[in-house]
């Protein structure tokens, strides 16, 4: 069985605060993936970053970085300097054996002008 | 723009119809997933088909069935539709039959029903 917590429903900051999203992870396969996607007011889905459990260095893009740790379960997102455009609700999504998304239940972001 | 298309993006239908939603995935994808997006239940996937086979179930009612044509469109059909049903309708495709292959998802198909 496996299980995928996104804790925090909603977060507001105010633009330029920097803002971490939480995701855990449980599960019992030693191997698997992890993604994150964000869904805009506009709706659509876009993905964000894929990482696999043997690969904890934390990731950079822009103001974007990624922090997942195997021993706790937990592939958090931050986002620095947070814009309006960053407004939206990410998902974490581990995939699953059967090659699915399995997407947690989402945080969705506000960010305040 | 991900590359993957979804017609119509709208549809309103009454109770007991059917409908059906069409996904053209990337160039070269021969992946393509559904998901249902829905207030109550999430997001969570329904089905996959990889280059015309099915490969992967979810949680897919009965009523709904999908197929992959030989040129790698896909088509899901809602039948006997209730007022549950209404949600976003995703269609998703990805390179290869690969559990670490990204997701490109389309901008879905909003379903609503009356």
């Known amino acids: 069985a496996q299980k995928v917590t996104q804790a925090q429903t909603e977060i507001s900051v105010v633009e330029k605060e920097d803002v971490t999203l939480d995701c855990v992870y449980e599960t019992r396969d030693t191997t698997y993936y992890l993604f994150w996607y964000k869904q805009p007011p506009s709706g659509e889905l876009v993905f964000l970053i894929r990482r696999n459990s043997f690969d904890e260095q934390n990731e950079i893009s822009g103001r974007y970085s990624w922090n997942f740790q195997k021993s706790t379960s937990s592939f958090n997102f931050t986002i620095t300097a947070s814009q309006v455009v960053d407004s939206a609700v990410y998902f974490c999504?581990?995939?699953?054996?059967?090659?699915?998304?399995?997407f947690g239940t989402g945080t969705r972001l506000t960010v305040i002008p | 723009d991900s590359g993957v298309t979804q017609t119509p993006k709208h549809l309103i239908t009454a109770t007991g119809q059917r409908v059906t939603l069409r996904c053209s995935p990337r160039s070269g994808d021969l992946s393509v997933y559904w998901y249902q997006q829905s207030l109550d239940q999430g997001l969570q996937f329904l089905i996959q088909?990889?280059?015309?086979?099915?490969?992967a179930k979810g949680n897919i009612l009965e009523r709904f069935s999908a197929q992959q044509f030989p040129d790698l469109h896909s088509e899901l059909n809602l039948s006997s539709l209730e007022l549950g049903d209404s949600a976003l309708y995703f269609c998703?495709?990805?390179?290869?039959?690969?559990?670490?292959?990204?997701?490109?998802f389309g901008p879905g198909t909003r379903l609503t029903v009356l």
């Open positions: 088909y990889y280059n015309g086979e099915e490969r």
């Open positions: 999504a581990p995939l699953t054996g059967a090659n699915n998304l399995f």
């Open positions: 998703a495709s990805s390179e290869r039959n690969r559990n670490y292959n990204e997701q490109f």
